[in-house]
């Protein structure tokens, strides 16, 4: 139901799963198994799976906290966009290659939740993408010591406010890994 026109396809969203990022997350390991779970669905059901991976001061460009967790492999062909903000889109090729790909939908997984995985769920939803969050294949660290919620708090409310995002032709929702169908609307 995406507004985007001639965009039939979905694509997997893996955004930021990388060794800085992630070291230390809630629940990391269940989520990197989640998300390798339907990276390889994804590639069963020849459903794109686009990765994105972040650098800045702190996370810099060909490190070994800047790398993909080992746990997932990109494979050649699979589209690598960097970006250095929050929203995937911003100041990135992400429209290019999801347009190449005929995307209209988004299945998004990945960190962290309230930073990255918010500021891109809002800028896919607002530029016209249908948008599904896995609701347990996303994670974030603990801010509490700046103010934040615990994590899991965090990804409750993430994942609760999601299902009730509504704009005119455009869907949004949060399901579990197992509910999530890569080739429709969930």
Known sequence: MTTLENRPNSALL?????????????????????????????????VPVVWVQHSDEGLTRGSDDWRIVPELAPEDGDPLV??????????????????????????????????????????????GYDVTLVSDAHTA????????????QVIAHTNLYWNYQAAPGRTAGAVEAKDVVLGGTA
Do not use: M
């Open 141 to 152: 660290g603990d801010k509490t010591a700046w103010g934040a919620p615990p994590v899991d």
């Open 82 to 127: 960097e970006k250095n903000y929050g929203d995937s889109f911003e100041d990135t090729t992400l429209e290019t290659v999801l347009s190449g790909l005929g995307v209209g939908r988004l299945v998004v997984v990945g960190a962290e939740t309230d930073a990255c995985i918010r500021s891109t769920l809002h800028g896919a939803f607002t530029r």
């Open 14 to 46: 893996v955004i930021d799963v990388q060794n800085g990022v992630v070291e230390g997350a809630h629940q990391r390991d269940v989520v990197v198994a989640n998300v390798a779970g339907l990276v390889e669905r994804a590639r069963r059901e020849g």
